[in-house]
């Protein structure tokens, strides 16, 4: 199985400024077929469900702002927010499709 | 619009079985892979279970395995999840959620609002 690890667990982030979230596969998620990676990053919001922020590791998702980035390949990768704003205050989640089972990583609570 | 509408969840005892349903709308349903994804209280997502648009593959996580099965009626619209042996650990909010292709190999577009499943005595 894929293990996916996110590093930090937490992170307080000051209002206009970066956030970078980082998450690590333990092993690559790289199809050489394609050159796509198959990792995706979604937030979370309290009493709603998950919404796909980011998927091939750095498509961003229709209508998702333009300050959330994703970068990486193989079995490193960065979610960056640009400059923080109050609604992005949620737990963040990357989450492989390369191979069954499908794993998430821990996730990352950002807070102002 | 996307719509999924999961149904099923309770209070259910240890050992015992609940079956979920998630209506959707808005889309082929045929024409795309669905998953199954949970959160327990206080915890992460955990992925459950997935199946292709046509029904013919399917996969489950380790903590479902010969418990969990995954099936989709496509007439209908509807994708299901039958949990039987239930544990406390399967306490969680379950939600549906479409892969963005057939075959699965998706991120997860679009998820329903979830359903609360309580395993307890």
């Known amino acids: 199985d894929i293990v996916v690890t996110q590093s930090p667990d937490s992170l307080a982030v000051s209002l206009g400024e970066r956030a970078t979230i980082n998450c690590k596969s333990s092993?690559?998620?790289?199809?050489?077929?394609?050159?796509?990676?198959?990792l995706a990053w979604y937030q979370h919001k309290p009493g709603q469900p998950p919404k796909l922020l980011i998927y091939w590791a750095s498509t961003r998702e229709s209508g998702v702002p333009d300050r959330f980035s994703g970068s990486g390949s193989g079995t490193d990768f960065t979610l960056t927010i640009s400059s923080l704003q109050a609604e992005d205050v949620a737990v963040y989640y990357c989450h492989q499709y390369y191979s069954t089972p499908r794993t998430f990583g821990q996730g990352t609570k950002l807070e102002i | 619009e996307v719509q999924l509408v999961e149904s099923g969840g309770g209070l259910v005892q240890p050992g015992g079985y609940l079956s979920l349903s998630c209506a959707a709308s808005g889309f082929t349903f045929s024409s795309y892979a669905m998953s199954w994804v949970r959160q327990a209280p206080g915890k992460g997502l955990e992925w459950v279970s997935v199946?292709?648009?046509?029904?013919?593959?399917?996969n489950y996580a380790d903590s479902g395995k010969g418990r969990f099965t995954i099936s989709r009626d496509n007439s209908k619209n509807t994708l299901y999840l039958q949990m039987s042996s239930l544990r406390a650990e399967d306490t969680a909010v379950y939600y549906c959620?479409?892969?963005?292709?057939?075959?699965?190999?998706?991120?997860?577009?679009?998820w329903g609002q979830g359903t609360l499943v309580t395993v307890s005595s």
């Open positions: 199946i292709s648009g046509n029904g013919g593959n399917t």
């Open positions: 092993q690559s998620v790289l199809y050489s077929s394609n050159n796509k990676n198959y």
């Open positions: 959620a479409r892969s963005s292709c057939h075959g699965g190999s998706c991120p997860l577009d679009y």
